[in-house]
């Protein structure tokens, strides 16, 4: 009996990790047929339904702030590894086996927000006592010899890594993420889409971009504010931000108000997909959202940053565009290229095309692959 544990902090079933711990669940339940495993999840709060292919161990010490709350958690569920065989974290936990890094190098994301804060800002951020914390607790994960495995889900991120640690690069593994291709799918627009337009007041010949992330800062909306508003297009917001009365505010100085629709979270933003023409994602510092394979899924060319990394799957001006996530002019000519219906058409054609191989069924054999790989080690 082979006794494994998945660590994820906090357990949301809508949280793009959350869903990739639940491929990595099924992958495992299905290596039950050649292995005998006995699964644990290690979590502070589970929000999952019950499960009898695995259990679930809560580790919830008290926390008074953002150091205190990833020491405690890491400490609580570092307690239980020798318990286990195998350890696979989505969390910065030194000591375990395999850490899947979703939220990319932390070093290379405040490198990245340095560019849009101001210089005392950036001072700031770099020394203050979480990041450095956050920083120093990767740097003890990723060159610890517990470590066997590391799966990125871009090259963009699996080069980060190699760079900023000792890392033999044979153990980094790049894994894409899957997308549901029945849900997300280029019908949308035939339905869904048109009933969200009328809905918003949008006419039929409109150019439509749509814009999916919450945590606006660092998803780019502001460069995608200022974009927009050099061109006709109307822009659809779905996600949701503290700071959201701020983005409306700029959308009016730029003089495009009535051209951005503020949609907050959305429980199916599935129908969102069916109401654009493209896809606009300029990103401070993403490994790889899965909101640009459901884009894509859905028929829609995508307009996303070098800092992306989404864009190693763009093939510029086949299904995309790619440029620098500050570089307005850029982005205002990917969004007018968009006004094109048939050119729109045809880059969401590809853009299906693209996708097509990212399947939950790649994504279960790839990591099975990997686990009778240091399984049988």
């Known amino acids: 009996m082979i006794k494994l544990a998945i660590v994820r902090q906090k357990y949301r079933p809508d949280g793009g990790a959350e869903r990739f711990v639940a491929s990595a669940l099924s992958a495992l339940s299905q290596q039950k047929e ?11 709060q589970w929000q999952g339904a019950e499960n009898p292919s695995f259990h679930v161990e809560v580790c919830d010490p008290f926390k008074w702030g953002r150091v205190s709350r990833e020491r405690g958690f890491a400490r609580a569920a570092q307690k239980h590894f020798s318990s286990f065989d195998l350890v696979q974290s989505h969390e910065r936990i030194p000591g375990c086996t395999i850490y899947r890094a979703g939220d990319g190098v932390h070093k290379c994301w405040l ?73 997300f799918n280029p019908t949308l627009k ?48 779905v996600g949701q931000d503290k700071q959201e009365g701020k983005y409306q505010q700029k959308a009016r100085d730029l003089g495009c108000a009535d051209r951005v629709h503020f949609m907050g979270m959305q429980r199916d933003s599935s129908r ?10 300029p990103t401070i510092y993403d490994p790889f959202p899965n909101v640009i394979l ?14 992306c990394g989404g864009a190693e ?17 850029a982005l205002s000519s990917a ?11 045809s880059l969401g054609m590809m853009a ?19 686990y009778s790989q240091i399984l049988n080690t």
């Open 34 to 44: 050649d292995q005998q495993l006995d699964i644990t999840v290690l979590t502070r």
């Open 111 to 183: 490198e990245h927000r340095s560019r849009i804060i101001s210089d005392a800002q950036s001072k700031r951020m770099k020394s203050d006592r979480f990041h450095r914390y956050v920083m120093d607790a990767e740097k003890q994960m990723f060159e610890h010899p517990q470590l066997k495995a590391v799966i990125c889900n871009s090259h963009m991120v699996k080069e980060e890594v190699c760079r900023e640690f000792a890392i033999d690069p044979e153990s980094v593994h790049v894994i894409y993420n899957s997308v549901n291709q029945e849900k």
């Open 190 to 237: 035939q339905a869904e889409g048109l009933k969200v337009r009328e809905e918003l007041g949008i006419g039929a010949g409109a150019t439509v971009m749509l814009f999916v992330g919450s945590g606006f800062e660092r998803k780019g909306l502001a460069a995608s504010l200022e974009a927009v508003a050099a061109t006709n297009a109307h822009l659809i917001v």
């Open 272 to 281: 969102f997909y069916g109401a654009a023409d493209g896809f606009i994602l």
């Open 294 to 307: 459901e884009a894509m899924a859905s028929g829609l060319g995508v307009i996303t940053s070098t800092s």
């Open 313 to 329: 799957i763009i093939e510029e001006g086949q299904n995309g565009y790619c440029c620098d996530a500050l570089d307005i002019p």
């Open 335 to 345: 969004i007018n290229a968009f006004s094109d219906k048939g050119h729109a058409e």
């Open 352 to 370: 299906r095309e693209t996708i097509k191989p990212f399947t939950s069924e790649r994504l279960t054999n790839q990591l099975l692959s990997l």
